[in-house]
């Protein structure tokens, strides 16, 4: 089965210019969560959407972050301008519910020069 | 104070040695705690998962939750060179948001 997939794996890019992640959730899961991992404060969850509907966008550090879930097989997560202390590791992850197991997928490592 | 703490490690014991890890929380509230594994550049995977205080087994694999002291544990019996990588601990309170420890770098040395 497939898992979570998340491109592109890697971004590499320059201060200002807009970012955008892509994540396919699990087949069959209707919860999908946004990540930012570093160094210094962890596994941050972003946003949360059940059934597409973003239902807790309180981790989104500022405007500048935007996610949509246009359907139930694709979202994404878009900084724009982008910053570098947006350097990060950025996980989608889904389930089956909130409070069900989450699966994450391999994450898409950023670097903002 | 971050809600969920645990030691960054590195933390190397030689294959076949028993494994302690460790977290702490600070909110009472929490009800479900939760083991992760992360391999390098991999996302998080669910190792083990549990409700309220008590221990959970699931081969080489035993997670332990005291409730009172705010203390979760997990244990790795017989450790293999394939255990390493870096364990997330989490918690869970009513408001099914995930904390996550900042996790714990494990080396099992051949």
């Known amino acids: 089965d497939a898992g979570v997939i998340q491109s592109p794996r890697h971004e590499v890019t320059e201060m200002g210019q807009e970012v955008t992640l892509r994540c ?29 509907v973003p239902i807790d966008d309180s981790g989104m550090p500022e405007d500048r972050f935007s996610a949509k879930m246009p359907n139930a097989s694709f979202s994404t997560l878009k900084i724009q301008p982008s910053e570098p202390r947006d350097s990060a ?25 | 104070q971050k809600e ?30 939760m083991w992760y594994r992360q391999y390098s550049r991999k996302g998080p995977e669910l190792l083990m998962y549990t409700y309220s205080s008590g221990n ?7 997670a332990q939750v005291d409730k009172s002291s705010k203390y979760i544990s997990l244990f790795i019996r017989d450790s293999q060179p ?14 099914d948001k995930i904390i996550f420890g900042k996790g714990t770098r494990l080396h099992i040395l051949p």
């Not at chain 1, 989608?92 to 069900?100: E, I, K, L, P």
């Not at chain 2, 394939?82 to 408001?95: F, Q």
């Open chain 1, 24 to 52: 396919k959730p699990i087949s069959g899961h209707n919860s999908l969560f946004w990540y930012r991992q570093t160094m210094m404060r962890g596994l941050e969850l972003l946003i949360y959407f059940n059934n597409n």
């Open chain 2, 4 to 33: 969920v703490e645990q030691d960054p490690g590195p933390l190397s014991v030689p294959e076949g040695a028993i494994v302690s890890l460790n977290c702490t929380y600070s909110n009472s509230a929490f009800q479900y705690f």
């Open chain 2, 56 to 62: 959970k087994e699931d081969g080489r694999f035993t």
């Open chain 1, 89 to 113: 590791v950025y996980f989608c992850a889904s389930s089956t519910g909130r409070n069900q197991p989450q699966h994450f997928g391999d994450g898409t490592r950023l670097s903002i020069l």
């Open chain 2, 82 to 95: 394939s255990d390493s990588a870096t364990y997330l601990c989490a918690s869970r309170g009513r408001d």
